[in-house]
C-alpha cells in the first residue's frame, strides 16, 4: 500500500472561497449545482424503523448492536460504541451499485477513541497482496481515505496532515475523479495524490459494505463515536462543493460532544457456559430491580428474557444457544419508560467447551448386572467427589462401568482391556446407542501390566472386572504411574450383592507392593479402597505474575532435574488454540498454576485446566477483565490452591477454582480519593488479600495496533502505572485489616516476601497531584523511597531514600533470601540495586547493557533462584553482587524468563520455546513453538505447562495449540 500526506498548495485558498459563495447565495456555486448522492443515509429517528435505516437515497441499511441515537444538543446522531454497533448497508459489496469510476464519500463524523484502521464507511479488503475497494476513515488520530484502481492493485492511503480531536465533529470527504485522489477535512484539502489512474478495483469477491466500522473478511475494526450522516456520490465533488456541503452545516454541530455512556450495572455482566447449548449471565445492581437482558445474533438484540421479581444479585439463562456462534447482549434495568439499557457485549459459544451430555437410553439390559454397575458408579463418584478431567476404567469388560461413570458426570472415560473380543463388542453396544465418541472411548492393551500410556493423567482410575469378577487385575504400580499427581484418585471395589465377592485381604495385597497409602473399609455398601495420589517430589506453584508475591520469577519448581527439553515430553495438548486470546502482542498477564489447575487469560476470557492432562474445567468471559502492558504494571490476578483472585473495576472477585462460581467480592477499602478508583495490584499470602487503590483508567486495555506492542523506551505505552495506597482485608471474608497511604506507588514494584510487603513510593507533590494512575513524568523518579511494611499489620518497618537509575523503560522489584533487588532499565543499560529485606540498608549495585533496544531486550524481568540474580545475559551472586556469567542463554523475539532449581526457560534458538542449563550453560528448544510477547510458559506442578500464547505471530510457522511437558522420568509423590 502507498501512503500520501501533503495537499498541493494551489487549491488552499477555495476553500474558504466556495464557504464564502455559499452562505451569501453566490453565483459560483449556483452555475454547478451540486450533484445528488446515490446512496445517502441520516441517522436521526424519522429516518429508523426498528433495525433498519431508511436511506435517503440508495438501499436501506441495517444497524448491528445496540444501536441507539444520540439527542440533546447538536443533531440527532448514531452512537458507535466501539464494540457492537455498525451499520450493514450489505455483505455483498458487488450488488451494491457502488461507482466504478468517479467517486465522493462525505461523512460527518465525532471520533471518541482513534483507532489503527479506522472505518467510517467503505467497501474494502486489505488481506495481504488483496488490497481492493476503499475506505473513508481514520488511521489513529487522522482521517484517511484510501482506495484501489486498475492501473496499480494496491491501496493508497490518503493521511490528513492534522491530527482530529477526539470529542470534536467534523466534516470529512474524500474524492477521485480518474486522475487525483483527495481529501478534505471541514471544507479543507488534507491531503492529494494525482500517482493513480483508471477505474476503481473491487474486490473479486465480495466484501462488507458499512458504515461505522473498518470491515473485510479478516478484520472488524467499530468505531467508537457519533455519526450523522453518511453520503456517497458516482462523481468527484469539486473543493467549492466540499466547502459548500461543509459551512451549509457546519452551525448545527457543537464544539464538543462527547458519545453518551450506556448504563453500567454495579457488577458484572459475566457468562458462564452450562452445557453444550446454554449459558448463564450474572450481574449485580445497586437498587432492586427486575433481570432483563435482551441478546440475539448477527449483531440484533430482537429476543429478550426476564425475571421480573426484584433483586440487586441477578442470573438469567439462555438457553437454546447454537454452537460456534456470536451473541450479542445487554442488560436493561428499570420497567417501562424508565428502561435504562446497559453496554451491548457479546458471547461467543465457540468457547463453550462444556462437555456433551451422554445419550440417555443405556445400551445394556436392564437387570441385575446394570443395578450394580449403577451402585458402583454411584458410590464411586460419591467417595471422590471426581466428576471433571478423565477418568480411567482399569479392566473395562463389556464398558458398563465406564458409560454409568460418564452418563453421571463430566468426565471422559477410557476403558481399557486385554480381551479384544471384549473390547470390539463394548463399542460396538454403544455406538448403537450413540453413546460412543469423544467421551466415552474403548481400547485393547497387550498388557494391563504395561500401559502404553502417558504417566500422571488420570483423574479417576476404576476397574469394571474387579465389581463384575472380585479378581484384582494388571499392577497397582502401574495404576499409580498413570494416576494424576495432587489429588487423583484410584477407587476400586464393589457394592454389596455383588455375585462374585471381592477379598478384602486380596485387594489389600495388591496394593501392598506400591508402598502407596490405601484405605479398605467394607461398610454395608460393600467393599471399597481408595489411594491419593499426593504430588509430584519438587513440584512448584505459579500463583502470580511472576512466581510468587515475591516477583522473583521463580515458584519453588525442580522439574524433576530436567535441565533441557530432551528431558521433557509431552504430556497433553489441545484447548485453547489461538483464537481464544488476544493477539500475542500487547504483553498480557501470565497464566497461574496452583493445586494441579491451571489458568489462562485470553480475550476478557478464562479458562481452567487440568494441569496434567488439559482437560477442561471451566470457562467465564468476563468483558471487563482485560489488563496488558504487565512490564509497566502489575497483573490483575493471583491463585492460591482454592481460589483465583482477579481485580475487575473497582473489586477483587472471590472464584472457586473448581468450578469458576464466584465465592465472594471483596470491594476497595472506603478512602478519600478523587474520581472512581479501580483495584489495581493485587497478591495473596498467607491468610491476606493484598491490593492497591488506583485511579479509574491507570491501567493499560488497548491490544490492537504499533503503540500496544509496549515495545517503547519512551513515549506512549511506557508510563508505569501507579497507585494511591496499598492494604491487606482478610482472604475468607474481605474484612479489611490495615491501608497505608503517603506517597505514589508503583505497581511494578510491590512484593510480599519474609513476612513483609515491599514497594517504591515517589512523594513528589507534582507527581501526587496527578490526575491520573499512568505516569510518564520525569518527577517519578524524585523523592523516592523503597518501604517495607509487615505484612500482617502494616506497620512500617523500615524505609530507604533512594536514588536510583530513572526506569524510564521499566522499573521492578523482587525479592528472595532477605535481599531486594530493584532493576532499572534506561539509556542502554540495566542497573541492579540490592538491598537488605531486613533493614532496608544498600548492599551491592551493578549495570550492563541491553542485549538490544527492541523486542524487550530492554524491559527483562530478572529472575531470582537459589544464591543467583539472573537478568539477560548476566547472572550475579544474590548475596555479593559478584558477576557470575554473561552467557545466559541468548533470547531471540520478544518474551521474559523464568527459573527452576537447575534451568531458565525463555524465548530463545530461532524465536522457539528454549532451556538453559545453569550450570553447563547449554541451550535446548522444542521445534516451531513459541510463547507470547512476554510470559505465557511456566514451570509448575512438576511441569512446563505452556497454553497457547503466540496466536496472531507474523514472525513463524507456530503451533498454535496449548500444550502441557511433564519430565520423562517423573518422580514420586511427596510424604
Same mark, same amino acid.
Given at each position: 500500500?502507498?501512503?500520501?500526506?501533503?495537499?498541493?498548495?494551489?487549491?488552499?485558498?477555495?476553500?474558504?472561497? *466556495?464557504?464564502?459563495?455559499?452562505?451569501?447565495?453566490?453565483?459560483?456555486?449556483?452555475?454547478?449545482?451540486?450533484? +445528488?448522492?446515490?446512496?445517502?443515509?441520516?441517522?436521526?429517528?424519522?429516518?429508523?424503523?426498528?433495525?433498519?435505516?431508511?436511506?435517503?437515497?440508495?438501499?436501506?441499511?441495517?444497524?448491528?448492536?445496540?444501536?441507539?441515537? =444520540?439527542?440533546?444538543?447538536?443533531?440527532?446522531?448514531?452512537?458507535?460504541?466501539? #464494540?457492537?454497533?455498525?451499520?450493514?448497508?450489505?455483505?455483498?459489496?458487488?450488488?451494491?451499485?457502488?461507482?466504478?469510476?468517479?467517486?465522493?464519500?462525505?461523512?460527518?463524523?465525532?471520533?471518541?477513541?482513534?483507532?489503527?484502521?479506522?472505518?467510517?464507511?467503505?467497501?474494502?479488503?486489505?488481506?495481504?497482496?488483496?488490497?481492493?475497494?476503499?475506505?473513508?476513515?481514520?488511521?489513529?488520530?487522522?482521517?484517511?481515505?484510501?482506495?484501489?484502481?486498475?492501473?496499480?492493485?494496491?491501496?493508497?492511503?490518503?493521511?490528513?496532515?492534522?491530527?482530529?480531536?477526539?470529542?470534536?465533529?467534523?466534516?470529512?470527504?474524500?474524492?477521485?475523479?480518474?486522475?487525483?485522489?483527495?481529501?478534505?477535512?471541514?471544507?479543507?484539502?488534507?491531503?492529494?495524490?494525482?500517482?493513480?489512474?483508471?477505474?476503481?478495483? $473491487?474486490?473479486?469477491?465480495?466484501?462488507?459494505?458499512?458504515?461505522?466500522?473498518?470491515?473485510?473478511?479478516?478484520?472488524?475494526?467499530?468505531?467508537?463515536?457519533?455519526?450523522?450522516?453518511?453520503?456517497?456520490?458516482?462523481?468527484?465533488?469539486?473543493?467549492?462543493?466540499?466547502?459548500?456541503?461543509?459551512?451549509?452545516?457546519?452551525?448545527?454541530?457543537?464544539?464538543?460532544?462527547?458519545?453518551?455512556?450506556?448504563?453500567?450495572?454495579?457488577? #458484572?455482566?459475566?457468562?458462564?457456559?452450562?452445557?453444550?447449548?446454554?449459558?448463564?449471565?450474572?450481574?449485580?445492581?445497586?437498587?432492586?430491580?427486575?433481570?432483563?437482558?435482551?441478546?440475539?445474533?448477527?449483531?440484533?438484540?430482537?429476543?429478550?428474557?426476564?425475571?421480573?421479581?426484584?433483586?440487586?444479585?441477578?442470573? &438469567?439463562?439462555?438457553?437454546?444457544?447454537?454452537?460456534?456462534?456470536?451473541?450479542?447482549?445487554?442488560?436493561?434495568?428499570?420497567?417501562?419508560?424508565?428502561?435504562?439499557?446497559? +453496554?451491548?457485549?457479546?458471547?461467543?459459544?465457540?468457547?463453550?467447551?462444556?462437555?456433551?451430555?451422554?445419550? =440417555?437410553?443405556?445400551?445394556?439390559?436392564?437387570?441385575?448386572? *446394570?443395578?450394580?454397575?449403577?451402585?458402583?458408579?454411584?458410590?464411586?463418584?460419591?467417595?471422590?467427589?471426581?466428576?471433571?478431567?478423565?477418568?480411567?476404567?482399569?479392566?473395562?469388560?463389556?464398558?458398563? &462401568?465406564?458409560?454409568?461413570?460418564?452418563?453421571?458426570?463430566?468426565?471422559?472415560? !477410557?476403558?481399557?482391556?486385554?480381551?479384544?473380543?471384549?473390547?470390539?463388542?463394548?463399542?460396538?453396544?454403544?455406538?448403537?446407542?450413540?453413546?460412543?465418541?469423544?467421551?466415552?472411548?474403548?481400547?485393547?492393551?497387550?498388557?494391563?501390566?504395561?500401559?502404553?500410556?502417558?504417566?500422571?493423567?488420570?483423574?479417576?482410575?476404576?476397574?469394571?472386572?474387579?465389581? /463384575?469378577?472380585?479378581?484384582?487385575?494388571?499392577?497397582?504400580?502401574?495404576?499409580?504411574?498413570?494416576?494424576?499427581?495432587?489429588?487423583? =484418585?484410584?477407587?476400586?471395589?464393589?457394592?454389596?450383592?455383588?455375585?462374585?465377592?471381592?477379598?478384602?485381604?486380596?485387594?489389600?495385597?495388591?496394593?501392598?507392593?506400591?508402598? *502407596?497409602?490405601?484405605?479398605?473399609?467394607?461398610?454395608?455398601?460393600?467393599?471399597?479402597?481408595?489411594?491419593?495420589?499426593?504430588?509430584?517430589?519438587?513440584?512448584?506453584?505459579?500463583?502470580?505474575? $511472576?512466581? +510468587?508475591?515475591?516477583?522473583?520469577?521463580?515458584?519453588?519448581?525442580?522439574?524433576?532435574?530436567?535441565?533441557?527439553?530432551?528431558?521433557?515430553?509431552?504430556?497433553?495438548?489441545?484447548?485453547?488454540?489461538?483464537?481464544?486470546?488476544?493477539?500475542?502482542n500487547p504483553r498480557m498477564p501470565a497464566p497461574l498454576a496452583a493445586n494441579g489447575r491451571l489458568f489462562h487469560q485470553g480475550m476478557n476470557r478464562i479458562i481452567a485446566l487440568d494441569a496434567y492432562n488439559?482437560?477442561?474445567?471451566?470457562?467465564?468471559?468476563?468483558?471487563?477483565?482485560?489488563?496488558?502492558?504487565?512490564?509497566?504494571?502489575?497483573?490483575?490476578?493471583?491463585?492460591?490452591?482454592?481460589?483465583?483472585?482477579?481485580?475487575? +473495576?473497582?473489586r477483587c472477585w472471590v472464584l472457586d477454582a473448581a468450578t469458576g462460581k464466584r465465592a465472594l467480592t471483596c470491594a476497595l477499602p472506603g478512602l478519600p480519593q478523587r474520581g472512581s478508583p479501580e483495584w489495581?495490584?493485587?497478591?495473596?499470602?498467607?491468610?491476606? &488479600?493484598?491490593?492497591?487503590?488506583?485511579?479509574?483508567?491507570?491501567?493499560?486495555?488497548?491490544?490492537?495496533?504499533?503503540?500496544?506492542?509496549?515495545? @517503547?523506551?519512551?513515549?506512549?505505552?511506557?508510563?508505569?502505572?501507579?497507585?494511591?495506597?496499598?492494604?491487606?482485608?482478610?482472604?475468607?471474608?474481605?474484612?479489611?485489616?490495615?491501608?497505608?497511604?503517603?506517597?505514589?506507588?508503583?505497581?511494578?514494584?510491590?512484593?510480599?516476601?519474609?513476612?513483609?510487603?515491599?514497594?517504591?513510593?515517589?512523594?513528589?507533590?507534582?507527581?501526587?497531584?496527578?490526575?491520573?494512575?499512568?505516569?510518564?513524568?520525569?518527577?517519578?523518579? &524524585?523523592?523516592?523511597?523503597?518501604?517495607?511494611?509487615?505484612?500482617?499489620?502494616?506497620?512500617?518497618?523500615?524505609?530507604?531514600?533512594?536514588?536510583?537509575?530513572?526506569?524510564?523503560? !521499566?522499573? $521492578?522489584? /523482587? $525479592?528472595?533470601?532477605?535481599?531486594?533487588?530493584?532493576?532499572?532499565?534506561?539509556?542502554?543499560?540495566?542497573?541492579?540495586?540490592?538491598?537488605?529485606?531486613?533493614?532496608?540498608?544498600?548492599?551491592?549495585?551493578?549495570?550492563?547493557?541491553?542485549?538490544?533496544?527492541n523486542h524487550s531486550g530492554h524491559m527483562q524481568h530478572p529472575v531470582l533462584v537459589g544464591d543467583r540474580v539472573f537478568l539477560e545475559p548476566c547472572g550475579y551472586n544474590l548475596t555479593t553482587g559478584k558477576?557470575?556469567?554473561?552467557?545466559? @542463554?541468548?533470547?531471540?523475539?520478544?518474551?521474559?524468563?523464568?527459573?527452576?532449581?537447575?534451568?531458565?526457560?525463555?524465548?530463545?534458538?530461532?524465536?522457539?520455546?528454549?532451556?538453559?542449563?545453569?550450570?553447563?550453560?547449554?541451550?535446548?528448544?522444542?521445534?516451531?513453538?513459541?510463547?507470547?510477547?512476554?510470559?505465557?510458559?511456566?514451570?509448575?506442578?512438576?511441569?512446563?505447562?505452556?497454553?497457547?500464547?503466540?496466536?496472531?505471530?507474523?514472525?513463524?510457522?507456530?503451533?498454535?495449540?496449548?500444550?502441557?511437558?511433564?519430565?520423562?522420568?517423573?518422580?514420586?509423590?511427596?510424604?
Amino acid at each position: 500500500m502507498r501512503f500520501a500526506f501533503k495537499p498541493p498548495a494551489a487549491p488552499k485558498l477555495l476553500p474558504l472561497i *466556495a464557504a464564502a459563495l455559499w452562505l451569501c447565495g453566490g453565483g459560483a456555486l449556483a452555475e454547478a449545482p451540486l450533484p +445528488r448522492p446515490i446512496h445517502h443515509w441520516l441517522f436521526e429517528h424519522a429516518r429508523l424503523d426498528g433495525t433498519v435505516v431508511k436511506a435517503v437515497r440508495g438501499p436501506d441499511a441495517r444497524l448491528l448492536g445496540a444501536a441507539r441515537l =444520540a439527542t440533546g444538543k447538536g443533531p440527532e446522531a448514531l452512537v458507535l460504541d466501539g #464494540g457492537s454497533v455498525s451499520v450493514l448497508v450489505t455483505d455483498k459489496s458487488s450488488a451494491a451499485g457502488l461507482p466504478t469510476r468517479d467517486l465522493s464519500v462525505e461523512a460527518w463524523v465525532m471520533v471518541e477513541k482513534p483507532l489503527t484502521w479506522g472505518g467510517i464507511v467503505g467497501a474494502v479488503r486489505d488481506n495481504g497482496a488483496d488490497e481492493t475497494g476503499w475506505v473513508l476513515g481514520c488511521r489513529d488520530s487522522r482521517f484517511s481515505f484510501a482506495l484501489a484502481t486498475t492501473d496499480n492493485a494496491r491501496l493508497t492511503y490518503l493521511t490528513a496532515e492534522s491530527e482530529f480531536q477526539p470529542g470534536h465533529w467534523y466534516h470529512v470527504v474524500g474524492t477521485y475523479d480518474g486522475r487525483e485522489h483527495r481529501l478534505y477535512v471541514n471544507g479543507k484539502l488534507e491531503a492529494a495524490d494525482r500517482a493513480r489512474h483508471g477505474d476503481l478495483l $473491487y474486490p473479486p469477491t465480495d466484501t462488507f459494505y458499512e458504515l461505522g466500522a473498518y470491515h473485510d473478511p479478516d478484520e472488524h475494526f467499530r468505531m467508537t463515536g457519533l455519526l450523522h450522516e453518511v453520503a456517497v456520490y458516482d462523481v468527484a465533488l469539486t473543493a467549492a462543493q466540499v466547502a459548500g456541503r461543509c459551512a451549509a452545516k457546519r452551525a448545527r454541530f457543537p464544539a464538543t460532544q462527547l458519545r453518551p455512556e450506556p448504563f453500567r450495572v454495579a457488577l #458484572g455482566p459475566y457468562v458462564q457456559f452450562d452445557a453444550p447449548d446454554r449459558a448463564s449471565i450474572y450481574w449485580e445492581t445497586a437498587h432492586s430491580s427486575p433481570s432483563v437482558l435482551e441478546y440475539g445474533v448477527g449483531g440484533r438484540l430482537d429476543r429478550r428474557v426476564r425475571n421480573d421479581r426484584a433483586k440487586t444479585v441477578h442470573k &438469567l439463562t439462555l438457553t437454546g444457544l447454537e454452537p460456534r456462534t456470536e451473541y450479542a447482549y445487554r442488560v436493561v434495568v428499570g420497567k417501562g419508560s424508565q428502561e435504562k439499557p446497559g +453496554r451491548t457485549l457479546s458471547l461467543d459459544t465457540a468457547f463453550n467447551y462444556t462437555p456433551a451430555p451422554l445419550a =440417555a437410553r443405556s445400551p445394556y439390559p436392564n437387570d441385575a448386572r *446394570a443395578r450394580l454397575f449403577a451402585a458402583a458408579a454411584e458410590r464411586i463418584l460419591r467417595e471422590t467427589g471426581l466428576t471433571k478431567g478423565y477418568c480411567l476404567d482399569y479392566g473395562c469388560g463389556n464398558g458398563q &462401568l465406564a458409560y454409568e461413570l460418564a452418563k453421571r458426570s463430566d468426565l471422559t472415560v !477410557v476403558g481399557i482391556d486385554e480381551d479384544a473380543a471384549k473390547v470390539a463388542e463394548a463399542r460396538r453396544l454403544l455406538q448403537k446407542a450413540g453413546a460412543y465418541g469423544t467421551r466415552l472411548t474403548l481400547r485393547r492393551v497387550p498388557s494391563l501390566a504395561t500401559l502404553p500410556i502417558t504417566s500422571c493423567f488420570a483423574n479417576l482410575i476404576v476397574s469394571s472386572e474387579m465389581v /463384575a469378577t472380585g479378581q484384582c487385575v494388571g499392577s497397582a504400580a502401574e495404576v499409580l504411574r498413570v494416576l494424576r499427581p495432587g489429588g487423583g =484418585a484410584a477407587c476400586f471395589g464393589q457394592p454389596a450383592g455383588a455375585p462374585r465377592r471381592l477379598a478384602e485381604s486380596a485387594l489389600a495385597e495388591w496394593f501392598k507392593p506400591t508402598g *502407596a497409602k490405601c484405605t479398605v473399609a467394607r461398610s454395608k455398601d460393600g467393599l471399597w479402597a481408595k489411594s491419593i495420589r499426593g504430588p509430584l517430589k519438587g513440584a512448584g506453584q505459579w500463583t502470580h505474575q $511472576y512466581g +510468587r508475591p515475591d516477583n522473583s520469577s521463580y515458584g519453588g519448581e525442580a522439574l524433576g532435574g530436567a535441565t533441557g527439553t530432551g528431558d521433557l515430553q509431552v504430556q497433553w495438548f489441545g484447548r485453547p488454540g489461538a483464537d481464544f486470546g488476544i493477539d500475542r502482542n500487547p504483553r498480557m498477564p501470565a497464566p497461574l498454576a496452583a493445586n494441579g489447575r491451571l489458568f489462562h487469560q485470553g480475550m476478557n476470557r478464562i479458562i481452567a485446566l487440568d494441569a496434567y492432562n488439559g482437560a477442561v474445567l471451566w470457562t467465564l468471559e468476563i468483558p471487563d477483565l482485560r489488563r496488558v502492558n504487565m512490564p509497566r504494571d502489575a497483573s490483575n490476578w493471583c491463585a492460591d490452591r482454592d481460589h483465583l483472585y482477579v481485580a475487575i +473495576r473497582d473489586r477483587c472477585w472471590v472464584l472457586d477454582a473448581a468450578t469458576g462460581k464466584r465465592a465472594l467480592t471483596c470491594a476497595l477499602p472506603g478512602l478519600p480519593q478523587r474520581g472512581s478508583p479501580e483495584w489495581g495490584y493485587i497478591a495473596a499470602a498467607g491468610d491476606k &488479600l493484598y491490593g492497591t487503590s488506583a485511579k479509574r483508567g491507570s491501567s493499560f486495555i488497548d491490544f490492537w495496533g504499533g503503540s500496544a506492542w509496549y515495545d @517503547g523506551s519512551s513515549g506512549p505505552g511506557s508510563e508505569k502505572v501507579c497507585s494511591d495506597s496499598l492494604f491487606a482485608c482478610a482472604k475468607d471474608t474481605g474484612k479489611s485489616a490495615w491501608t497505608y497511604r503517603n506517597g505514589v506507588i508503583l505497581n511494578a514494584t510491590l512484593a510480599v516476601g519474609g513476612g513483609r510487603a515491599y514497594f517504591v513510593e515517589s512523594r513528589n507533590a507534582d507527581v501526587k497531584a496527578l490526575d491520573t494512575g499512568r505516569v510518564g513524568s520525569e518527577k517519578l523518579w &524524585l523523592d523516592q523511597y523503597l518501604v517495607a511494611l509487615e505484612a500482617a499489620s502494616g506497620k512500617k518497618l523500615w524505609e530507604q531514600p533512594i536514588d536510583t537509575a530513572d526506569g524510564t523503560v !521499566v522499573f $521492578y522489584l /523482587a $525479592y528472595a533470601k532477605e535481599h531486594v533487588v530493584i532493576v532499572s532499565s534506561t539509556a542502554g543499560k540495566y542497573h541492579l540495586y540490592a538491598y537488605s529485606a531486613g533493614t532496608g540498608q544498600p548492599q551491592w549495585q551493578a549495570d550492563h547493557p541491553w542485549p538490544s533496544d527492541n523486542h524487550s531486550g530492554h524491559m527483562q524481568h530478572p529472575v531470582l533462584v537459589g544464591d543467583r540474580v539472573f537478568l539477560e545475559p548476566c547472572g550475579y551472586n544474590l548475596t555479593t553482587g559478584k558477576l557470575i556469567t554473561t552467557k545466559m @542463554g541468548r533470547r531471540e523475539g520478544c518474551a521474559t524468563y523464568t527459573g527452576t532449581d537447575s534451568a531458565l526457560i525463555y524465548r530463545g534458538q530461532n524465536r522457539r520455546i528454549s532451556m538453559w542449563d545453569q550450570q553447563a550453560e547449554t541451550v535446548s528448544s522444542w521445534l516451531n513453538l513459541r510463547p507470547s510477547c512476554w510470559l505465557s510458559t511456566i514451570p509448575a506442578a512438576g511441569m512446563v505447562l505452556s497454553p497457547e500464547g503466540g496466536g496472531g505471530c507474523s514472525c513463524g510457522n507456530w503451533i498454535e495449540t496449548s500444550l502441557g511437558f511433564l519430565p520423562k522420568q517423573a518422580e514420586g509423590e511427596t510424604q
